[in-house]
Each structure stands twice: as structure tokens, then as C-alpha cells.
């Protein structure tokens, strides 16, 4: 008996040979890589879609509360929630003029870098007005009309430039 387990041992051995290797088909990895990537463009661009805000894109009536009638002013989408701004308003010799961009940064914000010219002839005789730099409009109807904030003009009056949405 003691003879014959070595001998049961070694033909279990001898008997046992390896299968040949099953074949697994080779994964090209670039093609992995470029289907995740284009998942995760279509997941980040679902993402930035529901993060923009109202689209303002097209032409809006300017108001301004020395100048009689309605001016206009137009919104030209140049990227996501930013716009290049250009219109005015004219009365007689009164007039503004808006030129510049304009980005949403929340749903009351309206921020804008440009210049806003203007000349009123109940100010300082008609002396023409520019205003350069950053300014902001803020709407607090739900965005149907953006009114600027930094309403003082160089002649120290209060402006009511107003930008409604249509």
C-alpha cells in the first residue's frame, strides 16, 4: 500500500498537463480611454447646460428716465452666459449710448465692461458723460428688467438706465 500511493501521485502528475492558453482577444486601450472621455464630455457638458442662466440673446428695449421713448439695445451671445452689448437711445440732443460685454453671474446679475456715453442737456448744459469700466445691472423681477446699479453720472445726477427684456 505504501508503494502504491507514490505510484497513484506520480501518474496524477504525469497525467495532468497543462491546457493550452485560451485565447483572450487584446483590448485596444486607446479605444477604451476615447469612450470614457466622451462620456465625461457628454456628462460635463449636461452639467454646464443646466448651470446657465436665462439666455438673453437678441435685441431689448433701453430706457433711460431723461430720454422720452424707447431706445434699443442688442445682446449677442459670445460665449456661455456672456454677450456683447451695443445699442442706445436718443431724444433731441439727449441721447446714451451702451457698448461693451455683459456676463451673467447669477440669476439678479448682470455684470458689464464697457462704456456708457450719454449727453442730457438738463446736465451740466448737455456736456457729453462717459462712463468706462466695470458697472452692474441687477434685475429684481425675475429678469425682465436690468437696472443700473452705479446710477450717478459724472455731473453727480442719478441715472435710471434700464434695460427690459423682451
Known amino acids: 500500500m505504501r508503494k502504491l500511493i507514490p505510484i497513484i ?11 493550452e492558453a485560451t485565447a483572450t482577444p487584446k483590448v ?3 479605444k477604451i480611454i476615447d469612450s470614457i472621455n466622451a462620456v465625461r464630455t457628454k456628462i460635463n457638458d449636461s452639467i454646464l447646460s443646466s448651470r446657465a442662466y436665462k439666455n438673453l440673446e437678441g435685441t431689448h428695449i433701453l430706457t433711460h428716465d431723461m430720454i422720452s421713448g424707447n431706445g434699443k439695445i442688442s445682446f449677442t451671445k459670445i460665449a456661455q452666459d456672456q454677450y456683447k452689448i451695443s445699442g442706445g437711445n436718443k431724444s433731441g440732443s439727449n441721447f446714451v449710448k451702451i ?3 455683459a456676463r451673467m453671474t447669477s440669476p439678479k446679475n448682470l455684470k458689464f465692461d464697457g462704456t456708457i456715453t450719454q449727453s442730457i442737456s438738463d446736465y451740466d448744459n448737455g456736456k457729453l458723460d462717459v462712463r468706462k469700466g466695470k458697472k452692474n445691472f441687477s434685475t429684481k423681477d425675475g429678469g425682465k428688467t436690468f437696472k443700473l446699479y452705479e446710477s450717478v453720472n459724472n455731473a453727480g445726477f442719478g441715472d435710471k438706465i434700464i434695460i427690459k427684456i423682451q
Open 28 to 30: 485596444d486601450s486607446t
Open 99 to 101: 457698448e461693451g460685454t
Open 9 to 19: 501521485v506520480l501518474l496524477s502528475i504525469v497525467s495532468c498537463k497543462k491546457s
